[in-house]
């Protein structure tokens, strides 16, 4: 199921979008998730009899906003460096470890909002990625327990100022500007679901300029958050960017990066779409 937050007019709520239709999930017995509701067997084949039935209210998708299904995570755990093309386009040993950095949670912006480009100084990348969003706590945990901890599956474009990167030698700064991790359009949580076998695709302006399948993943998904959660706990309504393929604008010859007026979409099959607007300061 696809899992969605928007807002039709009285704030932020949950639903599931299905067929262009949003069924409110407020009118389950149970009420609104929270992410732990998420990993429940039981709560999910509710509300998807409930949806099926055509018991909740219902709103067209194209009259309620999406948002962003995590807008303040407790945090954000990138995995680097985590596709094998990724690694042969930067001329990259395949690490024997997941390579880890974090972003600001203050990052995280809706479906549909702007990318606010810093300005002149800083080169604007596009990254996308799937998100790994955390159910229940985890602490080292091992591969097999990982499905059990996890919410749902988003998207995340992990946008990058790469002069601030590169200046810095790490990646938090350039990581972190407002607005760098629009997230969305929906969170699915669905056993059939399967993270490590989707296409994943980035267009800028209807150009696509990565394309890729989370087969081509160096860690996979239960890999890397086993191995994250033997350093820190994870808890619920924390995010997993999983990589990004081969492709980016900073290694393309010459390169290609995001200048305000630009549309960037990033799309992962069974997730959807998602599309910001670059805009300057």
């Not at 149970?30 to 039935?53: I, K």
């Not at 992990?158 to 972190?176: I, N, P, T």
């Not at 860690?219 to 350093?231: L, R």
């Amino acid at each position: 199921m696809q899992f969605v937050r928007y807002n039709a007019g009285g704030g932020p709520a949950w639903g599931v979008l299905d067929d262009e239709t949003v069924h409110a999930l407020a009118d389950l017995p149970a009420g609104e998730p929270d992410y732990s509701d998420l990993t429940n067997d039981s709560y999910r084949a509710e509300a998807e009899r409930l949806v099926a039935a055509g018991s909740l209210t219902q709103t067209p998708v194209e009259e309620v906003s999406l948002l962003a299904p995590v807008p303040t995570p407790g945090k954000i755990v990138c995995v680097g460096l985590n596709y094998r093309d990724h690694a042969e386009e930067q001329d990259e040993e395949i690490p024997e470890r997941p390579l880890l950095f974090a972003k600001a949670p203050t990052t995280v912006t809706n479906p549909g909002d702007p990318i606010v480009h810093p300005g002149d100084d800083e080169d604007v990348d596009y990254e996308v990625e799937l998100g790994v969003v955390i159910g229940e706590t985890a602490s080292d945990i091992d591969e097999d327990e990982v499905y059990d901890h996890v919410a749902g599956y988003t998207v995340v474009n992990d946008v990058s100022g790469r002069a601030g990167q590169f200046e810095d030698g790490q990646f938090f700064r350039g990581k972190s500007y407002d607005t760098f991790s629009p997230m969305g359009p929906t969170l699915v949580a669905d056993d059939e679901f399967d993270p490590n076998s989707v296409d994943v695709a980035c267009r800028v302006n209807g150009e696509t300029l990565q394309e890729s399948n989370t087969e081509q993943f160096i860690f996979d998904v239960p890999a890397a958050v086993s191995y994250i959660s033997e350093t820190m706990t994870l808890r619920p309504g924390d995010v997993i960017s999983t990589g990004t393929p081969g492709g980016v604008g900073i290694f393309r010859e010459p390169p290609e990066l995001l200048e305000p007026g630009d549309t960037c979409e990033v799309e992962i099959e069974g997730i959807g779409t998602l599309e910001n607007p670059v805009v300057g300061e």
